[in-house]
């Protein structure tokens, strides 16, 4: 009992928290840092306006030890070797690998950032673009995360995407239903009527290939639509990740507690 009440009143890891390296520490450190933040999802209520300080440091922990592995394939798949149930964790680093081939680095001075709309409300968006077109709300949620990190990253991209579902203006008009390109409500729907005008939900890998023509990007994609649909919890712990950019000098956070 006296050691259950000492891990309830733990406090979570401060924002520069070290990581451990030597893989079974590593690996006992991710599976408790996971457990901490499900409880501490489960403990916000209500789910509107600002992320719970508990929740935003250990998404943040866990978003650090997820890049650190991202980068470090021996020590990854050391790790994985040791978890319960490696399959969260493994897709996750597949869907960030494939991304990273993607991306080129940046200068600092290239990005914008701004506050995401709250979780709630945002889910209300994808769940009414889901109704009217028939696009499962959390492929819209996952193609807004990997597009702008849900709103909080501003900049355009190279190719003169905007906005939080990054369009090509040209696109927009078409499919954007009269809409403004950067208003996160007006996006959702506009990135379903897109998606469903080119196969959604029928095949959502030619309609994916149609928004981002890279089948990198499609992959990625739908890994996070399936860690969506297959733990309720996972959209919130995404809701509550910081940015984190690549630049020429490596990885910068841009967001989040200091």
């Known amino acids: 009992m006296v050691l259950l009440a000492f891990l309830a009143l733990a406090a979570p890891p401060p924002p520069g928290a070290p990581i451990p390296r030597e893989p079974a520490a590593l690996a006992s450190t991710y599976e408790s840092t996971t457990r901490d933040l499900a409880a501490a999802i489960d403990g916000w209520h209500p789910r509107t306006g600002r992320v719970p300080r508990d929740v935003t440091l250990y998404a943040l922990y866990q978003q650090r030890i997820m ?4 980068e470090r394939r021996a020590l990854s798949k ?57 696009v499962s709300w959390q492929l819209l949620a996952a193609v807004n995360y990997v597009e ?81 649909r297959a733990d309720p919890r996972a959209y919130y712990v995404f809701y509550s990740r910081q940015v984190f950019v690549r630049t020429p000098r490596g990885l910068v956070r841009l967001t989040g507690p200091r």
């Open 148 to 228: 702008s990190a849900f709103n909080k990253l501003r900049n355009a991209s190279t190719a003169g995407a905007q906005g939080p579902m990054q369009f090509i203006p040209s696109t927009w008009r078409r499919y954007g239903l009269g809409g403004n390109i950067n208003d996160p409500h007006n996006a959702i729907l506009g990135a379903a009527n897109y998606l469903h005008a080119n196969g959604a939900p029928r095949n959502y890998r030619r309609a994916l290939y149609r928004y981002n023509p890279s089948w990198l990007y499609v992959d990625a994609v739908l890994r996070y639509s399936s860690r969506f």
């Open 67 to 70: 890049l650190l592995l991202t």
């Open 78 to 134: 050391a790790v994985l070797a040791r978890l319960a149930d490696p399959r969260p964790l493994r897709s996750e680093l597949e869907a960030r690998r494939e991304l990273g081939r993607l991306s080129k680095p940046q200068p600092l001075s290239a990005f914008r950032t701004g506050p995401a709309e709250p979780a709630d409300r945002l889910r209300g968006y994808y769940l009414e673009a889901q109704r009217r077109f028939g």
